[in-house]
């Protein structure tokens, strides 16, 4: 029994990891209806950052994951304003974007197998000792994933609910026009919100690298994750995309228990296509 | 004080605007009147920068406003009500209305515009934290006025403010731009009723096709045969 | 877009054909011949997902489910019931068909393209994911070996027509004939009432359902038409190399390679995806020397044509010729 509830608490911390995925994800299709299929590349590279950091050039830890999260911040300013800033005014926007972020994934997945080769690289836990509580065994290093899980998506609540910039996005995202004529450059905010996503997935990955390894492969699997729950939470919507994460981590851990780990995934797509045919708006959404 | 002239605009390849011309004095009113697909909404539109102009010069007290993105209108004093209100329905009222002031970042100033635009309207302070998406659709046509004068503009485009409203809100919103010129901002609102049009403005251009077939204060052109013509197509 | 065949195109096709029945005649070398064949499969994969992408305006992006999926029917009903491959390739072609119909029908309730997307995309993982781990029937990602080759046969005045590696112009054939019966069966379609219904809901569904067309039916039997088309690419792949694997015959890598085909050809155009097709499996070989960079290039060109060059190749010369109407000075 108490295995099971460790593979549910496990499930949880998995899941908020999946939360941070799906709700950059969540953010950018929310503010400019863009399916960003390279969001996977930029949780990759923060891996990369963040393991040359700590293991090749010794920084701490908790210096380096802050440094790895503004640089894919910037790198995700910069990919945006290059490629789809560029596509977005286009009649044609919504597959334009879908396919050119779907090139940029597999650019960037081959020009991080170029650079960094195909090992897989491993990453130290941060923390190293076990917590006991009530009688189940946790790793702190599960723990430190699921307070900075914790504490991202405060922030995120925060800046969404109350700074000048959240509101911008929150207006633009309901109506680009109105946004506009009060004086909203659209145009930067959609940059800016693409960065965050970015640096969204970049703690996730910071998060993730010790427990999975580095490698240049390794966005395919969290972009698909992600898309589950952004699916699950209604497409768009951040804090659906907070509660499909924990979700869809539960799921996995029971499934899991009750298949064999190999069919994960197959659970996981299963569950988004089930969704999808019965509520195509998510489980929280209202339909439109 | 806006001045537009020979404004030309396609929506794809087709034209929707021939050669309108027309100009606002400060604190005037002045109506674009029209029947349904004359493009009353998109001359505004254009002076706006939503929808592109091809041809044409359009300036607001000697600026080239074809040269300014849509969100960088407010700086020079244009503000605008879009046709539908538009608010953002899942935000607060309070929100709402403090968004209008978003390229004011004196948190004194903002405040007193809000004093000003709730002593204006005071449905305002009243429905504060109520999601605007659940008003009634006068509340809101208030509230989008509200935002729009959050940014102090002078001169205040209104795009069909009377659309869909119940006889008795036109009549309210009728008094709010009244008292809207009496703040000494100027006025361009659209509208399809004549009698109700120059009730409240100065001069009015009417629209037929996408040009401009008449324009003069509202008696002149009340008298005249091509309003008739346009409107019953006689 | 479809205008009634001039003569002038009548003779363009027929000479392109009669260019690809002699091409033998010249290309002698096993490897080039190779490379030809590859990319007439792909040349058929492209097609059928331009069919439902460009012209249907689906956007999938899970067509290599129905390619794997006819990979893998061919080669196991191949081995398990001992069936010709003559036969096996058209009854996969029916199973992907089935396969397109089974995860049509939920798409097509589906207006909002990024949720196409991500379904198309998670039923061919789950495709692929699937075959990975039954590995009883599949053998997994070790690899299905063991498929039979088509049998050979003797033509009057031609003699033995035979399929095995070191003769390959009869594999070169037989998928020329392929692809100019899937060619056949999209230009049909595109030219009969379900593809001017599927063109009209492309550029408006509003306005083609006031027209009274059964939209979902029409699209349906569009995504079902070219699941068949790139089962039949699978089946005969699975044939033709004679070893599969998971990655290989359902690994996102292919519809990646096929989108920048169909991009880099002309989405939406008859001849585009062919062209790319080629252009891009010669480009990728001629660039084997510097084979750690193919999948980099390909992501690149996919980027680049959406960005530059929106309308592929295959129209790149009309953009020239066309004077837009309206570039007239200001």
């Not at chain 2, 485009?157 to 008795?168: H, N, Q, S």
């Not at chain 3, 794997?68 to 069936?83: D, E, F, K, Q, T």
Request: hydrophobic share 55%.
């Amino acid at each position: 029994m108490s295995i099971f509830i460790e593979q549910i608490i496990n499930g949880i911390i998995i899941g908020s990891m999946y939360a941070l995925i799906g709700s950059g994800i969540a953010l950018i299709y929310g503010t400019m209806r863009v399916l960003n299929l390279a969001h996977g590349e930029f949780y990759m590279l923060g891996g990369y950052i963040v393991f040359f950091l700590v293991v090749t050039y010794a920084v701490p830890a908790y210096l380096a994951i802050p440094i790895a999260i503004l640089a894919i911040f910037l790198l995700g300013l910069l990919v945006q304003r290059l490629t789809i800033a560029y596509l977005l005014p286009r009649e044609e926007w919504a597959f334009a974007t879908i396919a050119a972020t779907l090139g940029l994934s597999i650019f960037l997945q081959n020009l991080a197998l170029l650079l960094f080769g195909e090992q897989f690289q491993s990453i130290p836990y941060y923390l190293s000792g076990v917590v006991e509580i009530a009688g189940l065994r946790l790793p702190q290093q599960r723990l430190l994933m699921l307070v900075v899980a914790i504490v991202t998506i405060a922030i995120m609540t925060f800046v969404l609910a109350k700074t000048r910039f959240g509101w911008a996005l929150r207006a633009t995202s309901q109506d680009k026009d109105a946004a506009a004529v009060v004086g909203i450059p659209a145009a930067r905010i959609y940059t800016l919100t693409f960065g965050i996503a970015a640096a969204l997935g970049c703690v996730a990955a910071a998060m993730l690298a010790p427990i999975y390894a580095v490698n240049p492969w390794m966005g395919l699997p969290v972009l698909f994750k992600g898309f589950v729950v952004v699916i699950l939470g209604g497409l768009g919507s951040f804090p659906g995309a907070i509660v499909g994460g924990i979700l869809l981590g539960i799921v996995e851990a029971v499934g899991v228990q009750v298949t064999s780990s190999e069919w994960r995934d197959v659970i996981a797509f299963g569950l988004m296509i089930l969704v999808i045919w019965v509520r195509p708006w998510g489980l929280f959404g209202k339909p439109q | 004080m806006l001045e537009v002239e020979g404004l030309d605009v396609f929506y794809g390849d087709f034209q929707v605007l021939w050669g309108v011309s027309l100009t606002v004095g400060a604190g005037e009113v002045v109506a674009i009147l029209g029947p349904n697909g004359s493009g009353k909404s998109t001359v505004l539109k254009a002076i706006m920068g939503l929808t592109p102009a091809k041809r044409g010069r359009i300036t607001f007290e000697g600026n080239d406003l074809r040269r300014v993105p849509t969100h960088g209108m407010v700086d020079l004093g244009i503000s605008m009500v879009l046709e539908r209100r538009r608010l953002f329905g899942a935000m607060s009222v309070q929100e709402n209305v403090l968004l209008g002031a978003y390229r004011c970042r004196d948190a004194a100033e903002i405040r007193r515009r809000r004093e000003w635009v709730e002593s204006l309207f005071p449905i305002i302070g009243e429905r504060r934290n109520q999601e605007a998406g659940r008003l009634s659709g006068g509340e809101q046509q208030m509230v989008a006025i509200a935002r729009s004068l959050m940014s102090k503009p002078r001169l205040l485009l209104m795009d069909e403010p009377f659309l869909g409203l119940a006889p008795r809100i036109v009549q309210q919103i009728g008094e709010i731009i009244r008292k809207v010129h009496g703040e000494g901002i100027s006025v361009v609102f659209n509208e399809q009723n004549v009698q109700l049009s120059f009730g409240l403005s100065d001069r009015g251009y009417l629209l037929e096709g996408g040009r401009v077939v008449l324009s003069g204060t509202g008696e002149d052109m009340l008298s005249s045969d091509v309003v008739r013509r346009v409107y019953l197509g006689g | 877009m479809f205008k009634p065949l001039t003569l002038q195109s009548y003779l363009g096709v027929l000479a392109l054909v009669a260019v690809a029945l002699l091409l033998p005649l010249f290309v002698t070398d096993s490897y080039v011949l190779h490379l030809l064949i590859l990319s007439i499969i792909f040349a058929m994969f492209a097609s059928a997902w331009n069919l439902v992408t460009g012209f249907a305006g689906l956007k999938t992006f899970g067509h290599h489910a129905f390619f794997g999926i006819g990979a893998y029917a061919s080669a196991l009903i191949g081995i398990n019931l001992g069936l010709s491959p003559w036969l096996t390739i058209w009854i996969a072609a029916l199973i992907a068909a089935l396969a397109g119909l089974f995860i049509g029908t939920p798409i097509l309730r589906i207006r909002s393209m990024p949720h196409v997307a991500i379904v198309t995309l998670a039923f061919a993982e789950i495709v692929r994911i699937t075959i990975s781990n039954l590995k009883g029937i599949t053998r997994g990602e070790l690899g299905l070996w063991g498929i039979p080759a088509f049998e050979g046969f003797s033509l009057p005045l031609v003699g033995e027509v035979v399929f095995n590696q070191s003769v390959k112009v009869w594999y070169y054939y037989l998928a020329l004939f392929l692809l100019l019966i899937s060619m056949g069966l999209v230009a049909l379609m595109m030219r009969s009432k379900v593809g001017l219904a599927v063109v009209a809901m492309r550029d408006g569904e509003d306005a083609a359902e006031s027209l009274g067309i059964n939209l979902a039916r029409y699209k349906l039997l569009v995504f079902g038409v070219s699941a068949f088309l790139v089962g039949l690419a699978g089946g005969f792949y699975a044939h033709y190399v004679g070893i599969l694997t998971p990655m290989a015959a359902v690994g996102p890598d292919l519809i990646i390679l096929v989108i920048a085909m169909v991009l880099v050809g002309g989405l939406g155009t008859l001849s585009g995806p062919i062209v790319g097709a080629f252009v891009l499996t010669f480009l990728g070989e001629s660039l084997r020397v510097l084979d750690d960079y193919r999948l980099l290039i390909y992501g690149g060109l996919i980027i680049l044509s959406i960005m530059f060059m929106p309308r592929g190749l295959a129209t790149i010369g009309t953009l020239f010729r066309r004077r837009p109407a309206d570039v007239r000075a200001d």
